[in-house]
């Protein structure tokens, strides 16, 4: 059975920072293309952060310079740190594994970011 599970969502004041972690068990996470998107309320869910599976990285305009998202392969683990928290990135994120040859993807179950003072 597959799961991807995240952690390291909560509540922060503005400028703060987090990072967020998506463990997976029963895939290789070398194999698939890993993404963190986002949902806000009243809002589509958004591509916030990606990273294929050679390295190359893909950034929301909105987050650039201020996320970063890295794979660690051995621990089948995706990162995302988020730093330079604005109010505007409360929201629920989501990890999500893509293995491009066969399209098969799975999702987590989201965590929390809420930044508020």
């Known amino acids: 059975q597959v799961q991807l599970v995240e952690s390291g969502g909560g509540l922060v004041q503005p400028g703060g920072s987090l990072r967020l972690s998506c463990a997976a068990s029963?895939?290789?996470?070398?194999?698939?293309?890993l993404d963190w998107y986002r949902r806000a309320p009243g809002n589509e869910r958004e591509l916030v952060a990606q990273?294929?599976?050679?390295?190359?990285?893909n950034y929301a305009d909105s987050v650039k310079g201020r996320f970063t998202i890295s794979r660690d392969n051995a621990k089948n683990t995706v990162y995302l740190q988020m730093n330079s928290l604005k109010p505007e990135d409360t929201a629920f994120y989501y990890c999500?594994?893509?293995?491009?040859?066969?399209?098969?993807?799975?999702w987590g179950q989201g965590t929390q970011v809420t930044v508020s003072s």
């Open positions: 990273i294929d599976n050679d390295g190359s990285l």
């Open positions: 029963g895939i290789d996470f070398s194999l698939y293309v």
């Open positions: 999500h594994a893509l293995k491009i040859t066969t399209g098969t993807d799975y």
